[in-house]
Nanobody
Framework: QVHLVESGGGLVQAGGSLRLSCAAS????????MGWYRQAPGNQRELVAS???????NYTDSVKGRFTISRGNAKNTVYLQMNSLKPEDTAVYYCNVVGYTSLGMKSYWGQGTPVTVSS
């Protein structure tokens, strides 16, 4: 079983910053990629940013230049530094991990951490 624990969400004014953290634990042999998704009320869940084991990153256009995804030294943690936040960034942010387990390649989700940006 694999557990993802997220932290760092909260309420911030427009233009402010937040840093999200996600730590993976459990029976995962190796992690291929980690990422952050978000879902605003009434919207579908969308990819915000992802990072592979090799360090390749991908961002949705609306956050490029403002958000930075990175992995911790332990490689089982992922961070999302969010700067210059806008009200439209308001959503529940979910951590996602894709990796190998005894059941093969699997995708796991965190419980979500809410981010609210006030104007």
């Amino acid at each position: 079983q694999v557990h993802l624990v997220e932290s760092g969400g909260g309420l911030v004014q427009a233009g402010g910053s937040l840093r999200l953290s996600c730590a993976a634990s459990g029976s995962i042999f190796s992690i291929n990629a980690m990422g952050w998704y978000r879902q605003a009320p009434g919207n579908q869940r969308e990819l915000v940013a992802s990072i592979t084991t090799g360090g390749n990153t991908n961002y949705t256009d609306s956050v490029k230049g403002r958000f930075t995804i990175s992995r911790g030294n332990a490689k089982n943690t992922v961070y999302l530094q969010m700067n210059s936040l806008k009200p439209e960034d308001t959503a529940v942010y979910y951590c996602n991990v894709v990796g190998y387990t005894s059941l093969g390649m699997k995708s796991y989700w965190g419980q979500g951490t809410p981010v609210t940006v006030s104007s």
